[in-house]
């Protein structure tokens, strides 16, 4: 397959620049491209990774895509081969030439815990694998000039391969490794003196080979330590405690003075409130280390667009100079060596990208696809002087222009649309946190609220914390506590004015702002929260509380002392705590004695179930949990969330600098369609979020009561008494080392690999999240399949577990009156499944296929089911017409998306796509194929023949 190379010679670029991005299309031979300052070449594919490689003195571009593909690619343009392998993530690629035939192989880390060794023309050769537990690092070293391909992961071991994949030896890290867990928790700790391998890379000692091995226990907090070993050793003859501003997501290996000895680069990953830095440790004296501040670069306020990112750094010829060139979201830094720090440049562009490497044979990097869905790769000459204007217009083409047309096609569409008359009105939909001071936001605003009255826009926002006097406070825990991002300087009287101007400034709509937090319930006295709703006059007050996740006795205290009051008071005043908790609260603490009255429905017009969807891999659990507490009536009201690192599935490798939201967008009209109410975004290119505005604003995405909808499978799993060895694994997803090769991994769990062992891994068969949410992998799943219908993770309905006190109606009376007679109760307690009557256990690997045939059989009693890589939902919008949203789900990696629609129980008059009126016909089959746009969705009006009944 020939790919299309974009670029920017030399002789055109100023005419490139005058014309606004505006590009041309050719096809140069190899030694043209040399040419050219920043060029780009369409794969088709969201590049996750890239290396380059030699075959027959050629250099060429290795790729590893999202789901894992490999591809070879020639520098004109041209796709050489490629090689789908598992189906799963690469988590690190690496080529060598192991067999010294003059060609490099190409040898790939997989998340099934794999490691894939490819030839020059991209067939497998052989594949290595010890166990499931996902490869992380791989790399070649050479002793006595044979090579070795060394690999390591999420087993806390690494190994040593020969060139034909056989083992050599294994190096547990138990033998050397002098990481500690820290911290005080209620949650399992780590064993000490156990890492999994970050990085496994080739330096130089005084001119001899060494292998570098990075070792961590955390994702997100510490340093890991360095390893210097002599090839083939069993220990390390030099061990390097990281001096700080750690977590650390890069690391590359130089030799900036030519000295013979590599100096090692390391690049730190997170949240940009911990620092812009990478650390520079030379292998002659690796204690001395050095920091390079990117904060200290002169014009550095591009630096601060983005949050979650990875510093990349490397070195490369500035003009006859030695510099570091760093990659930081969408800029790139140039310091030259031995210069000031201050002195560095800083070259915007738009867009960010998943990953970058120097060709070790020229002063050339490779940039892996745009962050935000793209498809391209694009090569940058650092000898030609014409390279930083190039950067700075970068316009990738391939999938970020189709999502930009398609969105605009949306757009334009919508103009055209009027709501029908027999259309429901929508349920209310409360944006708490968009920004009206950023550009594009305030006017399109303004201009909804003119003319609408849903969406509503809260006036939300944070403010300084409450200092106020704790020491009545019975819990030596809750009274010391503090979050440490927090400034804690306000009296009750300072707080209560900034409520009531926020009210003021509303214009009758209400308000939104932290309550507190995992860290700090207790930022307010609860009286002043309570008064501040009295300032409210019967407006709304939402309060959010993130990350309370805590399931230890001292958490009664807060609950009692806090929750439980305020949520009594918040009923009669128009008042929401917005939960907006992590991991498995939904579906595991939340059925835990503590939390009754929210389950029992006590005070289901307060609290509304939400998510802070970062760090776990379980999104299509946390979905179908909450549309069960209010499908079920524990809740009337649920919401969600996007934000920047939604995609920061590794913490260690945080590529979540997402510039164009479409995955935002995509995943608000999925959940929006479902019945969320409350939204609390991450403010990003609102301009072209404002489309999910006007949307709902005109009516075109509808917002369902939870009677409305008609896609919930009439199967659904009630959750009672979760497991105790569940409950503290599926949320323990920072600790990295659990995994035990001759141990319990929890496989057998109904829900398993979902602590942070397992990024990217693939589930097992009797996993709830493959055979019911046609997941495949533990990664950003924001848009499940769910072909057969949303199966609903609810409270207990019947048998010994109900609650025979529950204030909530059974589930059958709150959902539509179609499901009456049809449902289909399920049990678990999270590890195993068990009878209603509770006297029989069932194990997962042998009961989840009468699980899963019942909800196969179950499907053809709903209206319709939807099958493809889509999410869906219908919901009766009047007697005789349904509404069908469908929406491509590929998240960060889009695509075109064909969705097969099978009409079941009803007669249908007429299928339209209500925006473009593209009318659908269904085949003999009572079947229609709708096709989903990348990057977009479709509204479907359903019209049947009789009233649904």
């Not at 069993?234 to 750690?246: A, D, I, M, N």
């Not at 995992?518 to 930022?523: A, E, L, Q, V």
């Not at 069960?628 to 600098?657: E, I, K, P, T, Y």
């Not at 209206?863 to 493809?868: A, D, M, Q």
Request: glycine share 6%; charged share 25%; hydrophobic share 35%.
């Amino acid at each position: 397959m020939n790919t299309n190379l974009i670029q920017f010679p030399i002789t055109i670029l100023i005419l490139f620049l005058s014309i606004n991005c505006a590009s041309t299309q050719v096809e140069p031979s190899n030694d043209e491209v040399h040419k050219f300052a920043v060029y780009s070449i369409e794969t088709g594919f969201t590049i996750s990774k890239v290396r380059t490689a030699q075959n027959q003195n050629k250099t060429y571009v290795v790729a590893s895509s999202y789901e894992g593909t490999i591809l070879g690619i020639s520098l004109d343009g041209k796709t050489l081969w490629k090689n789908e392998l598992s189906g799963f993530m690469n988590h690190d690629i690496w080529a060598a030439d192991i067999n010294n035939d003059g060609n490099d192989e190409i040898i790939a880390a997989n998340a099934d815990g794999t490691v894939y060794c490819l030839d020059n023309k991209g067939k497998l050769l052989w594949q290595f694998k010890q166990n499931d537990a996902p490869m992380y690092s791989v790399c070649v070293i050479n002793k006595e000039n044979e090579a070795y391909v060394v690999c390591g992961g999420y087993d806390n071991s690494f190994y040593y391969v020969s060139p034909k994949g056989e083992m050599v030896s294994e190096i547990p890290s138990k033998t050397y490794s002098i990481e500690k867990p820290f911290g005080k928790s209620h949650k399992e700790l780590p064993p000490s003196g156990l890492h999994i391998t970050n990085f496994l890379r080739p330096g130089k000692l005084n001119g001899k080979d060494i292998l570098i091995v990075h070792g961590v226990q955390n994702s997100m907090n510490g340093d890991g330590s360095i390893y210097l070993f002599n090839p083939l050793e069993k220990l390390p003859f030099e061990t390097v405690s990281v001096q700080k501003r750690g977590p650390y997501g890069d690391l590359r290996v130089v030799d900036a003075n030519s000295d013979g000895s590599s100096e090692i680069l390391l690049g730190r990953t997170g949240a940009q409130a911990k620092g812009m830095t990478f650390r520079i440790i030379d292998t002659k004296s690796p204690n001395k280390q050095s920091v390079q501040d990117l904060n200290k670069a002169k014009d550095k306020a591009s630096l601060k667009r983005g949050m979650y990112r990875v510093i990349q750094p490397e070195v490369i010829d500035n003009n006859g100079k030695p510099a570091y060139m760093s990659l930081f979201g969408s800029n790139i830094i140039i310091s030259n060596i031995g210069e000031p720090q201050a002195a560095a440049e800083v070259i915007p562009t738009r867009f960010s990208f998943n990953d970058m490497f120097k060709d070790p044979n020229s002063n050339k990097v490779i940039l892996a696809s745009a962050q935000s869905g793209g498809s391209a790769i694009h090569i940058i000459n650092f000898s030609n002087k014409e390279w930083k204007n190039g950067y700075k217009k970068l316009n990738p083409p391939g999938k970020i222009q189709e999502i930009l047309t398609n969105s605009a096609e949306i757009k334009q569409n919508l103009k055209g649309y009027k709501k029908p008359s027999y259309q429901k009105e929508s349920a209310p939909v409360y944006f708490m946190s968009e920004n009206r001071k950023k550009q594009g936001a305030a006017e399109a605003i303004e201009r909804i609220e003119a003319k609408y009255s849903n969406p509503i826009f809260l006036n939300g926002g944070n403010f300084d914390k409450e200092n106020w006097d704790r020491s009545t406070m019975t819990s030596e825990i809750y009274k010391n506590k503090r979050d440490g991002r927090m400034k804690y300087i306000l009296s009750q009287n300072d707080v209560l004015d900034i409520i009531e101007k926020k009210h003021q400034k509303s214009n009758g709509k209400g308000i939104s702002y932290w309550g507190g937090h995992g860290n700090d319930p207790f930022m307010y006295q609860v009286s002043t929260t309570m008064k501040g709703m009295d300032f409210a006059n019967g407006n709304k007050t939402v309060l959010i509380y993130p990350e309370v996740v805590d399931s230890s006795e001292e958490f009664n205290f807060v609950m009692n002392e806090m929750y439980w009051p305020l949520a009594n008071y918040a009923s009669t005043r128009n008042g929401n705590l917005y939960m907006r908790n992590k991991h498995l609260f939904w579906q595991a603490d939340v059925y835990m004695p503590m939390w009754e009255p929210l389950v029992a429905g006590k005070y289901a017009n307060v609290f509304v179930p939400a998510m802070e969807e970062t760090t776990d891999k379980s999104m299509e659990l946390s979905f179908t949990s909450r549309l069960g507490l209010w499908a079920s009536g524990s809740v009337d009201s649920w919401g969600a969330r996007c934000a920047r690192d939604n995609v920061s599935f590794d913490r260690l490798r945080q590529h979540s600098n997402q510039t164009l939201p479409n995955h935002f967008l995509r995943t608000m009209v999925y959940s929006i369609s479902s019945g969320a109410q409350y939204i609390d975004n991450f403010p990003v290119d609102q301009e072209y979020m404002s489309l999910l505005w006007d949307l709902i604003a005109e009516g075109a995405l509808y917002v369902p009561e939870r009677s409305d909808i008609l896609s919930f499978s009439p199967v659904h799993l009630s959750i009672n008494n979760p497991n105790e060895e569940y409950l503290k694994s599926s949320s323990n997803v920072k600790w990295l080392t659990f995994f035990k090769k001759d141990g319990d991994n929890l496989d057998d769990f109904a829900f398993s690999r979902l602590n942070g062992t397992w990024p990217g891994a693939p589930l097992t068969k009797w996993d709830f999240s493959r055979y019911a949410a046609g997941a495949n992998e533990r990664r950003l799943n924001f848009i499940p399949k769910y072909n057969n219908g949303m199966v609903l993770i609810t409270p207990t309905q019947n048998g010994v577990f109900v609650d025979k006190d529950a204030v909530r109606k059974p589930l059958e009376e709150n959902i539509n009156p179609w499901y009456k007679g049809k449902l289909k109760e399920y049990y678990s307690d999270g590890k195993n499944y068990m009878s209603a009557d509770g006297k029989t256990t069932y194990k997962p690997s042998d009961y989840y296929k009468v699980i899963e045939k019942d909800i196969e059989d179950s499907a053809v009693l709903l209206p319709l089911t939807v099958s493809g890589n889509v999410g869906w939902v219908v919901a009766q919008i009047s007697p005789k017409h349904l509404r069908l949203t469908i929406v491509e789900n590929g998240y960060i990696n889009p695509k075109k998306a064909t969705a097969s629609v099978k009409i079941n129980s009803i007669k249908v008059v007429k299928i339209k796509d209500i925006l473009n009126n593209e009318e659908f016909k269904p085949n003999v089959n009572s079947e229609v194929e709708i096709d989903i746009p990348l990057g977009g969705f479709r509204f479907i009006d359903i019209e049947l023949e009789n009233e649904l009944k």
